[in-house]
T-cell receptor
Framework: AQTVTQSQPEMSVQEAETVTLSCTYD???????LFWYKQPPSRQMILVIR??????QNATENRFSVNFQKAAKSFSLKISDSQLGDAAMYFC???????????FGTGTRLQVFP | DGGITQSPKYLFRKEGQNVTLSCEQN?????MYWYRQDPGQGLRLIYY???????QKGDIAEGYSVSREKKESFPLTVTSAQKNPTAFYLC?????????????FGNGTRLTVT
């Protein structure tokens, strides 16, 4: 079975600085999808970014980018120019190519200091 | 506006009572999901449904039941057999068969059983 590991329970960053959140996963599949979700204090889950495993190019969405290392099974999230509104729980998630199930990691709580 | 509605936001029940959490979506999505969120454990899949009148157990289905009689609705019943029902419950939906299609989440229901 696939698993997703987020080894950093908490991270902190100064406003305007850059922070990287780690995620590793375990799978024997070659085709799959990876996601980062953000959960602010309101507890609404918001999609941040997604990556298809067959694409070598790392996904980017404005200040958010990923470092996808397929061989290492690593999918880290980089947040540039951090803002106070980025403070939230961040979840990494994995989805197989042939199933609709989404498997989540345990999350990383990000604090942003002014 | 399209979205997912979970009700109520807070729910209180006495131990031994069954309780049903509501989830409605108007996104015309085929797939719907129920996740449970506990501190430090991320999101764990309870049940999911890819089509009307069909659903599959997730990783922690014991003590829960669901129905999918309409495309728009996927209610979750927490039965008295669930040993630790107090948790935050999230409902989600997605387009079926498109692996990179993200899950759209409701705002969640906080269930407290005493």
């Amino acid at each position: 079975a696939q698993t997703v590991t987020q080894s950093q329970p908490e991270m902190s960053v100064q406003e305007a600085e850059t922070v990287t959140l780690s995620c590793t996963y375990d799978t024997s599949e070659s085709d799959y999808y990876l996601f980062w979700y953000k959960q602010p204090p309101s507890r609404q889950m918001i999609l941040v970014i997604r990556q298809e495993a067959y694409k070598q190019q790392n996904a980017t969405e404005n200040r958010f980018s990923v470092n996808f290392q397929k061989a290492a099974k690593s999918f880290s999230l980089k947040i540039s120019d951090s803002q106070l509104g980025d403070a939230a729980m961040y979840f990494c998630a994995y989805r197989s190519f042939n199933t609709d199930k989404l498997i989540f990691g345990t999350g990383t709580r990000l604090q942003v200091f002014p | 506006d399209g979205g997912i509605t979970q009700s109520p936001k807070y729910l209180f029940r006495k131990e031994g009572q069954n309780v049903t959490l509501s989830c409605e979506q108007n996104l015309n999505h085929d797939a719907m999901y129920w996740y449970r969120q506990d501190p430090g454990q991320g999101l764990r899949l309870i049940y999911y449904s890819q089509i009307v009148n069909d659903f599959q157990k997730g990783d922690i289905a014991e003590g829960y039941s669901v129905s999918r009689e309409k495309k728009e609705s996927f209610p979750l019943t927490v039965t008295s057999a669930q040993k630790n029902p107090t948790a935050f419950y999230l409902c989600a939906s997605s387009i079926t068969g498109t692996g990179n299609s993200p899950l759209h989440f409701g705002n969640g229901t906080r269930l407290t059983v005493t």
